[in-house]
């Protein structure tokens, strides 16, 4: 039976949490001394391959003088070559029986957590984050890989008998694999989501050219080794780094690409799924980010609401899908309740991720950090009150990096622009609200719809609250993240409205049949 990961859990469990600590950290100095600053190749037919155009440098957003490595800056000609050998793999990959494909992920998910520490030390350079973000990125990947292999073998391959309408008529309905999927994944969960999106495409028979975002090169190059590794073969599961201009024009325009699974903002991947359905109709399952709510209604435990709220709202800095972005607080309790808020954001370490105590580390680039200054001005600008942070971190040990204060806006008027847009930086607005109604039409008044939480002891008022909230993601009374925290196998991750395409969840029971069409097969004795 599938079981998640979740090794500091487990560890605190057996009152081991020291081993945690010590293994990370050893994991750190080995990358700091031997793993950084190399040149990597892309993956394509299981081979190394190398651009005409050289490499493109990935930098640490902690330090910028430090390079985690060089990677190729690919071109729409390295990524016609991928999809080619994609191609010419997929007739044998796909009819490698379910059964020994499953093995194959399986054997992934042991390799993956065997090197947890490595690849979340490396995380950390690559991406920011700290200790248990990183590890639990990695946990969430492990997951990913064992959950998907038990539902595929639970489905038996998605092939089921039919009733015969005659006697002599024998019918099933078997779901079969389309193709080349082209899989395009994000900075902020880079080994996670990129090994969610390719195992679903590849367990079910597909095979895969997959794109990271340029920030994170990294976490996708080793997954590509492992896979294979593990046995996938080397035409199945692609690897191609590069500019969005080319690779990822490619990769949506691309005739022989059958399938797209995407993750990042809604202006890409709107543009992406207009390019991909020009000609034909052809799946495009994407997730596209999210302006997520919770609601603290006067029967709240605020000590609890405000704990939920700020790791939601400042974990990672704010960039992740489903961060909370916005409060709604009831009058009665909303000033107790922001007081609560800025003493916990006040208390908040930002500096090196590496670090034990750290909880913020840096924006994962300049374009983060230039946003982040510039709504930060307009949150002092906007008619409402900045009651914690605001500002950039510049001088002595930030003087290299992306850092700034988790930022607390409070009672911004209605419709401000910081209440509306998805920001991906570490602000939170807290508004009043008098009845709950009202606090769900505006938790429901924007474009998005991914996570939403509550914080109430009534019962009523959650019920109402999971029946009127529209979002595809609820939580109520969820003190480890208000609206993030997302576990695979429990909480499939859907974006409703423009947060998604699909209305099915990633590691949920739904997902992996979208990758997959079905075909009727019938025959007559």
């Excluded at 859990?9 to 994991?27: I, M, P, V």
């Excluded at 779901?175 to 999106?197: C, D, Q």
């Excluded at 800095?317 to 000033?335: E, F, H, I, L, M």
């Excluded at 429990?490 to 990758?515: I, N, T």
Aim: a neutral charge.
């Amino acid at each position: 039976m599938f079981e998640n990961e979740n090794t500091l859990g487990k560890l605190r469990a057996q009152g081991r949490e020291s081993y945690f600590h010590e293994s990370y950290e050893k994991a750190v100095e080995q990358v700091r001394k031997g793993k950084l600053g190399k040149n990597y190749p892309m993956i394509i037919g299981g081979k190394d391959a190398f651009s005409k155009e050289g490499t493109f440098v990935d930098k640490s957003p902690s330090d910028t003088d430090l390079v985690v490595g060089y990677f190729q800056k690919g071109t729409r000609q390295d990524a016609k070559e991928a999809i080619r050998a994609a191609k010419d793999e997929f007739e044998e990959w796909s009819s490698t029986p379910y059964q020994d494909r499953v093995k194959i992920f399986r054997r992934a998910a042991d390799i993956v957590s065997e090197r947890k520490f490595e690849l979340a030390a490396e995380m950390t350079f690559e991406n920011g984050k700290n200790r248990y973000e990183a590890v639990a990125d990695i946990d969430e990947a492990i997951d990913f890989l064992r959950y998907y292999s038990e539902e595929l073998e639970q489905n038996k391959g998605f092939d089921r008998v039919m009733r015969g309408v005659v006697p002599a008529e024998h019918a099933r309905s078997i779901l079969r694999p389309y193709g080349v999927w082209a899989v395009i994944s994000p900075f902020n969960f880079p080994l996670a989501i990129a090994t969610g999106m390719s195992t679903g495409a590849c367990i079910t028979g597909n095979t895969v050219v997959l794109k990271p975002a340029s920030d994170t090169p990294l976490m996708s190059y080793e997954l590509a080794r492992l896979v294979h590794r593990a046995g996938v073969p080397g035409g199945a599961f692609n690897y191609v780094t590069g500019p969005g201009s080319t690779v990822g024009s490619e990769l949506t325009e691309n005739e022989d690409v059958e399938g797209v699974a995407f993750t990042g903002s809604w202006d890409i991947g709107a543009h992406s799924f207009v390019e991909f359905q020009k000609g034909r109709p052809r799946p495009f399952i994407a997730e596209m980010g999210g302006k997520n709510a919770t609601i603290v209604t006067k029967n709240a435990d605020l000590e609890k609401a405000a704990e939920g709220v700020i790791k939601a709202a400042f974990g990672y800095g704010g960039q992740k899908c489903s961060a909370c972005s916005r409060v709604y607080v009831q009058n009665s309790v909303k000033d107790e309740f922001v007081k609560r808020l800025v003493e916990k954001a006040s208390a908040l370490k930002v500096g090196d991720p590496a670090e034990k105590e750290t909880f913020l580390g840096p924006l994962i680039n300049q374009s983060a950090y230039t946003n982040f200054a510039r709504y930060a001005e307009e949150a002092r600008n906007s008619g409402g009150r900045v009651a914690f942070g605001g500002g950039v971190l510049k001088e002595g040990k930030y003087a290299k990096g992306y850092f700034v204060e988790p930022t607390i806006l409070v009672d911004a008027p209605a419709g401000c622009k910081l209440l509306k847009t998805e920001l991906f930086v570490p602000i939170l607005a807290v508004e009043a609200f008098g009845d709950l109604e009202g606090a769900i039409n505006e938790l429901n008044d924007v474009v998005y719809g991914l996570t939403a939480g509550i914080f109430s002891a009534d019962k009523n008022e959650v019920d109402t609250f999971f029946t009127k909230a529209k979002a595809g993601v609820l939580y109520a009374n969820k003190v480890s993240g208000s609206t993030t925290g997302a576990m695979v196998g429990a909480q499939p991750f859907v974006g409703w409205k423009k947060s998604g395409s699909s209305g099915k969840g990633a590691g949920g029971p739904y997902y992996l049949q979208q990758f997959l069409r079905e075909q009727s097969q019938t025959f007559y004795t």
